[in-house]
């Protein structure tokens, strides 16, 4: 069974960067795994940030990258903004045909 | 506009069946990788489903053999069929189209709940 990993939860300062990471347990996440990243704020549906590991989105602000990092998929968030308060999952795409979103991680601007 | 459109949500006794439709206006949905995503009260997403432009499907263990995913090109529908539902099948479902590598459009949710 497939089981992707995302810190439950992290801090940044207005203004600070941080960076989110995305592991499997199956090995290194590599291009192989498409990485996805998606924002949700509550009560609505999660909204596209990144995907193929560093594309963005025609609505992403540029303040969003995705990347591999050390073996993991990896959003950095450089300038945070009060409105990034949110929760941010990942996704991976295993073969083609499987797919596994992360655990979550809840991403306080404090 | 293009846009997708869940419905047919409802509150079901344990073991029993439902049916979620998911519409899509502004583009034909056979032409793309079609998915349902799930979100438990107060938890993550979990990949439920996903069916390819050329009508394969798979599932994950969690809802393999009980949910049938399919589609009607007349109506440019998605269906999730649910059979023998449980109190973890509680969620909202949403719909996403998958293009490039990109799930890039999801629908607003509907909502099943499990509950004698």
């Known amino acids: 069974q497939t089981v992707v990993t995302q810190e439950p939860s992290l801090t940044v300062s207005p203004g600070g960067t941080v960076t989110l990471t995305c592991a499997s347990n199956?090995?290194?996440?590599?291009?192989?795994?498409?990485p996805n990243w998606f924002q949700q704020k509550p009560g609505l549906a999660p909204r596209a940030l990144t995907y193929d590991t560093s594309k963005k989105h025609s609505w992403t602000p540029a303040r969003f990258s995705g990347s591999l990092l050390g073996g993991k998929a990896a959003l950095t968030l450089s300038g945070a903004q009060p409105e990034d308060e949110a929760e941010y999952y990942c996704?991976?795409?295993?073969?083609?045909?499987?797919?596994?979103f992360g655990g979550g991680t809840k991403l306080t601007v404090l | 506009e293009v846009q997708l459109v869940e419905s047919g949500g409802a509150l079901i006794q344990p073991g029993g069946s439902l049916r979620l439709s998911c519409t899509a206006s502004?583009?034909?949905?056979?032409?793309?990788?079609m998915n349902w995503v799930r979100q438990a009260p107060g938890k993550g997403l979990e990949w439920v489903s996903v069916?390819?432009?050329?009508?394969?499907?798979y599932y994950p263990d969690s809802v393999k053999g009980r949910f049938t995913i399919s589609r009607d090109d007349s109506k440019n529908t998605l269906y999730l069929h649910m059979n023998n539902l449980r109190a973890e099948d509680t969620a909202i479902y949403y719909c996403?189209?998958?293009?490039?590598?990109?799930?890039?459009?999801w629908g607003q949710g509907t909502l099943v709940t499990v509950s004698s």
């Open positions: 502004g583009f034909s949905l056979n032409n793309y990788v």
């Open positions: 069916m390819f432009s050329g009508g394969g499907t």
């Open positions: 199956t090995g290194a996440v590599t291009s192989d795994y498409h």
């Open positions: 996704l991976l795409f295993y073969g083609g045909i499987q797919r596994a």
């Open positions: 996403a189209r998958d293009h490039d590598w990109s799930y890039d459009l």
